[in-house]
């Protein structure tokens, strides 16, 4: 069988369903293919929780921050659903750290973002619940906040089919073919779609799909672990008690106030070890909810015991950024991959995606993460996955 649409989305993680909304939203035909059931668990758009905030370490980063809020407010609109909480947000910065404090303050000051920095004496007497060694400096922005996980992808889904856009899961793709002026051909099971565009948002997955393209993104992909702890005094440790906050230092820790539950969800960035997405595990790792444990008795006293661990995939490129254009030498099959850290960007991102497919010239610049830089090119380049 053959079908013809204007445009493919191969991928409805968060970041595909997003490329979908938007082109729906604008009026496309659209077709979403998913090789897996939509919701699924197995990649990185799933479970309760992700942070939405201005802190980045570099000015462009920020800028796009300032579009992803918007953006989100744009699909709360649009749904009519609540799915931005403001709890505000700390980045923790130890003494000899490893992660620069002036990145962020910087490149925040540069993008007129306010934010204040506190010595360990003015954290504690506003966020006791926190210990923190001798030297450490916070940097507190008030519109940190947390953005819903499979909830907010679940949104996006709906939208875009509200929009007229078809979703089709476990359909997965066996072949893509760059037919230049004729567009492009996906093959699925059974089934061949022609399109002007394709766009390609399978994260671990990416090769997989880019193969008969002859082209290859240099990428890793680890196995990380998120763990929810149960404090006893559960009220000190809600939205407004507690915010958000990053440790920032190597290793990297991250956690939540309480959000739907009466436990605080932590993770360490990173920290997991190198898989392959087909042949992964999904049970959790004791040594990685031990060594987690240990950083919440210390730094966050009272959380509480791990009560249950989740995992996900992260998909990460060695200069962790964003991958988002053409494929070199196939202008109509475009790529987006988050690199870890995309969820907080998801409408911005497909947003992004959708205008370049259908040739609008993209609202921010997207030079930096094209599929021929530097670090995605030059072999044995160094990974750099701190941000």
Not at 169 to 174: E, G, L
Not at 198 to 226: F, K, M, Y
Request: charged share 20%.
């Amino acid at each position: 069988m053959s079908e013809s649409v204007e445009y493919v989305v191969v991928g409805l993680g968060a970041l595909g369903s997003a490329a979908a909304y938007h082109l729906a939203r604008g009026g496309a035909s659209v077709l979403g293919l998913e090789r897996f059931a939509l919701g699924h668990e197995r990649g990185a758009s799933h479970d309760t929780s992700r942070i939405l905030r201005h802190s980045y370490h570099t000015p462009g980063y920020v800028a796009l921050t300032h579009d992803a809020y918007d953006d989100w407010a744009q699909l709360e609109q649009d749904s009519g659903q609540l799915l931005v909480t403001k709890v505000g947000g700390l980045d923790l910065f130890p003494p000899g750290g490893a992660i620069p404090r002036t990145d962020y303050t910087a490149s925040m000051a540069a993008r007129g973002v306010t934010f204040d920095e506190l010595d360990r004496e003015q954290v504690a007497a506003r966020w006791p619940q926190l210990a923190l060694p001798e030297g450490t400096v916070a940097v507190h922005q008030e519109r940190a906040s947390i953005v819903p996980a499979a909830r907010g992808t679940r949104v996006l889904q709906q939208r875009a089919q509200a929009h007229g856009a078809v979703l089709r899961d476990r359909s997965p793709v066996t072949a893509v073919r760059d037919l230049a002026e004729r567009g492009v051909e996906v093959d699925t099971d059974g089934t061949t779609y022609r399109c002007r565009r394709l766009i390609v948002c399978v994260d671990a997955w990416s090769n997989d799909v880019l193969s008969g393209l002859g082209h290859r993104v240099p990428l890793t992909v680890t196995l990380e672990q998120v763990t929810y702890f149960r404090p006893d005094l559960a009220e000190r440790f809600a939205p407004g008690r507690l915010p958000l906050w990053i440790w920032m230092d190597d290793p990297c820790y991250y956690g939540f106030p309480s959000y739907g539950e009466a436990t605080v969800k932590a993770a360490q960035d990173c920290g997991g070890p190198t898989v392959s997405p087909d042949e992964r595990s999904f049970d959790a790792d004791p040594a990685m909810r031990d060594r987690l444990a240990e950083f919440m008795a210390r730094t966050l006293p009272g959380s509480g015991p791990p009560v249950r661990s989740v995992r996900c995939l992260y998909t990460l490129v060695p200069d962790r950024d964003f991958v988002l254009g053409p494929v070199p030498g196939h202008e109509a099959v475009l790529v987006g991959l988050g690199a870890a850290h995309g969820f907080k960007f998801a409408p911005t991102l497909g947003r992004l995606l959708a205008e370049r497919a259908v040739g609008t010239e993209p609202g921010s610049d997207l030079g930096p993460f094209r599929l021929d830089r530097p670090a995605l090119i030059e072999p044995d380049c160094a990974s750099r996955w701190l941000v």
